[in-house]
């Protein structure tokens, strides 16, 4: 099959047939895929702003996404009420507290309260709880602070509308008399 013009019909090809095709043509290895090669195509903000047909006009003439001043206005009131119901929660909260850690889709935890307040991994308030079984995610420590000590997979942090604290004593399973 010495012939580089012919069409791959005009050979006998069937299925589950296997065709090796080397590339002969002379072209660099990987000239293709080197995007440092290619010029890129570049639209300043103000320019895209003025074409009528692309999709930031479209959402600003249906008024979706940011563009929908009442939407987005809303949704800050929203979420600066969320905000304000957790920093509420958050304040009736104390260090040393038992607590109950109820978290939609996951099962319902006991543990002690060891922070409540803000942290550098997420903005808001947050609680953080020794659990009494290895149900965390981490031992107090997040992004390399530490903002309380335990065991390894013993703490976590959760929103404080999650936290329920009140008289939830240790349950003995009895496995130190064993």
């Known amino acids: 099959m010495d012939d580089s013009e012919a069409l791959l019909g005009s050979y006998p090809v069937d299925d589950d047939c296997r065709i090796h095709v080397i590339d002969r043509s002379g072209g660099q290895m990987g ?85 409540v307040g803000t942290t550098d991994f997420k903005p808001g308030y947050w609680v953080g709880v020794k659990y009494d079984e290895p149900l965390g995610k981490n031992n107090g420590i997040v992004e390399g602070k530490r903002y309380f000590e335990c065991e390894n997979k013993y703490g976590a942090f959760v929103k404080p509308l999650s936290v329920t604290v009140g008289d939830f004593p240790e349950e003995d399973y009895g496995l130190d008399e064993m």
């Open 31 to 115: 000239e293709f895929t080197d995007v440092s090669k290619v010029q890129k195509f570049e639209l300043s903000d103000e320019a895209y702003d003025k074409k009528t047909d692309t999709a930031r006009s479209f959402m600003r003439k249906q008024r979706i996404g940011h563009f929908n001043e009442e939407e987005m206005a809303k949704k800050k009131a929203e979420h600066a009420a969320r905000e304000e119901e957790q920093k509420a929660a958050a304040d009736v909260i104390s260090v040393g507290s038992r607590c109950k850690v109820q978290v939609p889709g996951q099962p319902t935890k006991l543990g002690t309260v060891m922070y």
